[in-house]
């Protein structure tokens, strides 16, 4: 048992020393879980004069292995984990990592390095948005980038991907990445290779399986399609911040808002219950410890519904059997 243990750790420890040829991570703040609390995150809206560094490293504490694997990932990420995962890669291929260890993780072997991202320039998203204009109303100063927004530049200027930058592909995605960084102009500028728009299950891993072979990928900018819920795998590994499990896809359905990503994807999609909704509550629960679990929809009273209108009898449904796996814990609807 000993020496089978040891030769696990050997052979994890001379891959991290390779490199992992696909490195996930994102902006330290949005890889924080922020001690537990979703809401606390938000602080990250914060400009850079309040949270010098040393008190957001304590503040935005990301947990992880000595390898720097992570413990609890943002949702988004771990959803791109599990469909190169389930496309055939391995966790030998694929890594989540730490955004402070990425020394450990990107070596010569690092092919792709995907940053997900929540508001990479700052000042763009509602967050950062109303905290800047409740700062200027309270006439208190507002200096340099909201830290959401340094530490993605911490990030994607790191000194291992610098070191690396000649092998390795960037690739940026989340809600924000194409109204911010494609509209602004700032690809080119940051060394972004290719900003990657929407869902990531249909079309992701093919452009990952071209970027690994090192074939020529004519656009800078991918777009997604929107993707079948037969096709999205549910999350493996590591358990999702906030214990946030996604019950449905494609917006709100309402007013077709151009900055929204979710929206633009399509007709709202309600994923099942049984056989993807309750594994990830239970991978939450039982990897993650979570004692609190956020069913996250942009509108949670359309789940089953076909249309529009609502149908009840569904989201009571999936209240009632979500409440029987979190219960005796407090379920949080969001």
């Known amino acids: 048992m000993k020496k089978g243990f040891y030769l696990l750790q050997v052979c994890?420890?001379?891959?991290?020393?390779?490199?992992?040829?696909?490195?996930?991570?994102?902006?330290i703040a949005t890889m924080?879980?922020?001690?537990?609390?979703?809401?606390?995150?938000?602080?990250?809206?914060?400009?850079?004069?309040?949270?010098?560094?040393?008190?957001?490293?304590?503040?935005?504490?990301?947990?992880?292995?000595?390898?720097?694997?992570?413990?609890?990932a943002p949702y988004g990420l771990a959803k791109v984990?599990?469909?190169?995962?389930?496309?055939?890669?391995?966790?030998?291929?694929?890594?989540?990592?730490?955004?402070?260890?990425?020394?450990?993780?990107i070596g010569p072997n690092t092919r792709i390095i995907g940053i997900y991202a929540m508001d990479p320039l700052g000042g763009l998203s509602y967050g950062s948005g109303i905290l800047y204009w409740i700062l200027k109303l309270a006439d208190l100063p507002y200096r340099g980038l909201p830290y959401i927004a340094k530490s993605f530049f911490q990030v994607i200027n790191h000194p291992a991907i610098k070191k690396h930058r000649n092998h390795v592909k960037i690739v940026v995605g989340g809600p924000p990445a194409g109204w911010q960084i494609i509209d602004t102009g700032k690809q080119g500028e940051l060394g972004i290779d290719i900003v990657y728009e929407g869902e990531f299950e249909e079309d992701g891993p093919q452009l990952f399986d071209k970027l690994m072979k090192g074939e020529f990928?004519?656009?800078?900018v991918v777009a997604h399609r929107p993707v079948p819920v037969?096709?999205?795998?549910?999350?493996?590994?590591?358990?999702?911040?906030?214990?946030?499990?996604?019950?449905?896809r494609g917006g709100?359905?309402?007013?077709?808002?151009?900055?929204?990503?979710?929206?633009?994807?399509?007709?709202i999609r309600s994923f099942p219950f049984?056989?993807?909704?309750?594994?990830?509550?239970?991978?939450?629960?039982?990897?993650?410890?979570?004692?609190?679990?956020?069913?996250?929809?942009e509108e949670f009273f359309r789940y089953g519904a076909k249309g529009i209108e609502p149908n009840p009898d569904k989201v009571l449904d999936l209240t009632k059997k979500a409440y029987k796996l979190v219960k005796p814990t407090e379920m949080i609807m969001k």
């Open 32 to 72: 924080s879980d922020t001690h537990g609390s979703s809401v606390v995150g938000f602080a990250s809206a914060i400009p850079e004069n309040y949270f010098r560094d040393w008190i957001a490293r304590r503040f935005f504490r990301v947990k992880s292995d000595r390898n720097g694997r992570v413990f609890r």
């Open 230 to 248: 037969d096709m999205v795998p549910t999350i493996v590994t590591p358990p999702s911040i906030g214990g946030m499990v996604e019950v449905t």
């Open 274 to 297: 049984e056989g993807h909704i309750d594994k990830e509550i239970k991978l939450n629960i039982e990897v993650g410890g979570f004692k609190e679990i956020t069913l996250h929809s």
């Open 217 to 220: 990928v004519p656009n800078r």
């Open 81 to 105: 984990e599990a469909a190169l995962l389930a496309h055939g890669y391995t966790r030998n291929d694929v890594i989540i990592a730490d955004p402070y260890k990425l020394d450990k993780v």
């Open 12 to 27: 994890s420890r001379s891959v991290s020393f390779g490199g992992y040829p696909i490195v996930l991570t994102g902006e």
């Open 252 to 267: 709100c359905g309402r007013g077709g808002c151009q900055f929204c990503t979710p929206t633009l994807s399509g007709m």
